[in-house]
């Protein structure tokens, strides 16, 4: 299985697409796994994924086999990611928060109130164990002509734009984000819904409640060992993605419009960056364009980093979708490929045993970083701005944060390297003395004289000796 869990939802045909389309249907499942689809030439494709839920697949099986063991792992310090991802009207969100997230019986509830639920009953039948602390936030990335691709806090809305932070022992940062604490499912669910209340939304003739922002809710699950005082963090992040549209076929127009072509350039941003985790030799480290984004940025760990992944990819059954219902599907097989590395978050110790090493060594790096942009010159920033944009590093110049963060990037990955580049002088150093050592040796070994020499040596000495005497 590949590190990335990758299943396709097909939701029930809507009205409009029973009427208009005369019960056409791409869509033919073989099993829980492989299904054909037809595309609009009629040609039959069969893909196979980790699973693939029909219409009439309960929200509880999607949960159980996409969310559960996510969830149990960030719980032990695993990061997680779940990602609903798909055309507008697809089934996102029913997926994600059930047909509303607070009045939504047993049965309708989506994945975010049943990894909330599930989160809670597993950590007290951990009491014993640990002490846990959860926090949630709930960071926006608003599709929206006048807050231009901004990063909102849908938490505390007079928060302008999220910064977003990178470090080397945290990853990445929203710097600022609201974090509220949360004890048990009700709590959090409260917060939920007043976060959701927040999120922007437009609409269209495709779907008149289309959520026009990719939402994420972070949960950070901290736990501190009972017996001896160790601290792990796991980080659950779920994604509802805005979805994708042909503006054409939706007839949207003026902002609507304008929003359509932002949300399509975040998810080919999305696209390029899967693209270029999947191509290319392992061996060969390719530039991963993850900065070209706000939503790939905040996505950085989730994709082919320290986490665990699992993708949803939504579906309309509907021949009238089937060009987009493909190119989800193609977007789905192209991330289980992704190779990410999830490990169990590092330990800490509660502050009385804190080891001093690992922040002394950010604090020194943090130290050198300073002084080296006190001594670069303006000129030389020009010229780094211009390579940050010729390598794609960064878009443009507008975004102060993201010049910002591609500097530091950059200046502590040259550190990085400069630290390599001493040691393996340091050993190159070594390795010559050793051989200087015993060229020296094998000198001496080759002034030591033979028989003829000590002879010749033995009259020279005697001749000096007796015309000296
Ligand atoms: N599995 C399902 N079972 C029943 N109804 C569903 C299912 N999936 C989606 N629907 C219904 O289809 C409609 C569109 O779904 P939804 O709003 O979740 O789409 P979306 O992908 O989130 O769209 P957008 O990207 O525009 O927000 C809703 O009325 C929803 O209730």
């Not at 779940?82 to 029913?94: N, R």
């Not at 942009?373 to 940050?388: A, G, P, Q, Y």
Request: net charge negative.
């Amino acid at each position: 299985m590949s590190n990335v869990t990758v299943c396709a939802r097909f939701r029930p045909r809507s009205s409009k697409e029973f009427r208009d389309h005369n019960d056409g249907v791409c869509v033919r499942g073989i099993d829980a796994e492989t299904f054909v689809f037809q595309d609009d030439k009629e040609d039959e494709l069969t893909f196979s994924l980790d699973r693939v839920f029909y219409e009439e697949s309960p929200q509880a099986a999607v949960y159980e086999f996409l969310a559960l063991p996510i969830m149990r792992d960030a719980v032990n310090a695993i990061n997680g990611t779940i990602i609903t991802y798909g055309q507008t009207g697809a089934g996102k969100t029913y997926s994600m928060e059930g047909p509303g997230i607070q009045d939504c019986d047993e049965h309708n509830k989506g994945l975010l109130q049943r990894v909330v639920d599930g989160m809670f009953a597993q950590i007290s039948s951990l009491q014993d164990i640990a002490r846990y602390t959860v926090k949630l936030s709930m960071p926006s990335l608003s599709i929206n002509e006048f807050i231009s691709n901004s990063l909102r806090d849908l938490l505390d809305l007079s928060k302008g734009n999220i910064q977003i932070k990178e470090t080397k022992t945290q990853g990445i940062l929203l710097s600022g984000v609201t974090e509220v604490p949360v004890s048990d499912s009700a709590e959090a669910l409260q917060h939920l819904c007043t976060g959701l209340a927040n999120r922007a939304v437009g609409e269209t003739q495709m779907n008149m409640s289309s959520s026009r922002s990719h939402c994420a809710y972070f949960l950070t699950i901290q736990q501190d060992s009972v017996k001896d005082k160790r601290v792990k963090t796991g980080k659950l992040i779920l994604v509802d993605l805005a979805g994708s549209e042909k503006a054409d076929k939706t007839g949207a127009e003026g902002r609507v419009l304008e929003e359509a072509k932002t949300i399509n350039k975040s998810l080919s941003a999305l696209g390029n960056v899967i693209n270029a985790l999947t191509s290319g030799s392992p061996s060969k480290a390719s530039h991963i364009p993850y900065r070209d984004s706000k939503l790939t940025r905040v996505l950085q760990d989730a994709l082919g980093g320290n986490s665990r992944m699992a993708l949803l990819c939504c579906c309309s059954p509907s021949t009238s979708n089937a060009s987009e219902t493909l190119s989800t599907l193609r977007f789905g097989m192209r991330a289980k490929h992704i190779k990410a590395s999830p490990r169990a978050s590092e330990v800490k110790f509660a502050k009385s045993q804190e080891e001093p090493s690992s922040a002394t060594k950010d604090e020194k790096c943090g130290r050198i970083l300073e002084k080296m942009k006190e001594r670069i010159s303006n000129e030389d920033i020009k010229m780094l701005e211009e390579v940050f944009i010729h390598e794609g590093i960064i878009s443009s110049l507008d975004s102060v944060e993201d010049v910002e963060s591609a500097y530091e990037d950059i200046v502590s990955k040259t550190i990085q390297s400069l630290q390599q580049a001493i040691e393996e002088l340091q050993l190159k150093v070594q390795k010559l003395e050793t051989e200087n050592k015993g060229i020296q040796e094998q000198a001496l070994r080759n002034q030591e004289p033979g028989p003829v020499g000590k002879m010749s040596r033995f009259i020279s000495s005697w001749y000096a000796s007796f015309f000296t005497s």
